[in-house]
């Protein structure tokens, strides 16, 4: 199993917390539409600490090809357009699980 995390800073201006809503609301249904993806899991930020990230998520795939095809699917993407809009940075994580 290959594990995809990443973590998500968004940019400080008016919207953000509907921002991350909809990101949030996005990659979860992701699910539902890349077939390599195995599960997703979100989870938004309530830490008050200067260094937290603002929202993770934690993908499931049964391999590197897996990962790979969710990376380029048309729906991933336009996930990924919506982040680069709004998100300051991001941080990620891959590694493989037994």
Same mark, same amino acid.
């Given at each position: 199993?290959? *594990? ?6 968004? !940019?400080? /201006? /008016?919207?953000?917390?509907?921002? *991350?809503?909809?990101? @949030? /609301?996005? =990659? $979860? @249904?992701? *699910?539902?539409?890349?077939? &390599?993806? !195995? &599960?997703?899991?979100?989870? =938004? ?5 200067? !260094? ?5 998520? =934690? @993908?499931?795939? +049964? +391999? !590197? ?15 990924? @357009?919506? =982040? ?7 941080? *990620?994580? $891959?590694?493989?699980? /037994?």
């Amino acid at each position: 199993m290959v *594990v995809h995390v990443v973590m998500i800073r968004f !940019r400080e /201006e /008016e919207g953000e917390e509907e921002a *991350v809503l909809r990101a @949030a /609301e996005m =990659i $979860d @249904a992701l *699910v539902l539409k890349v077939p &390599s993806l !195995r &599960s997703m899991e979100t989870g =938004i930020n309530f830490s008050p600490e200067e !260094r937290a990230m603002d929202l993770c998520l =934690i @993908a499931r795939f +049964d +391999d !590197r090809e897996g990962l790979e095809e969710y990376a380029v699917h048309p729906e991933h993407q336009k996930v990924i @357009a919506f =982040i680069k809009e709004k998100a300051e940075y991001s941080k *990620v994580v $891959d590694y493989e699980k /037994e």
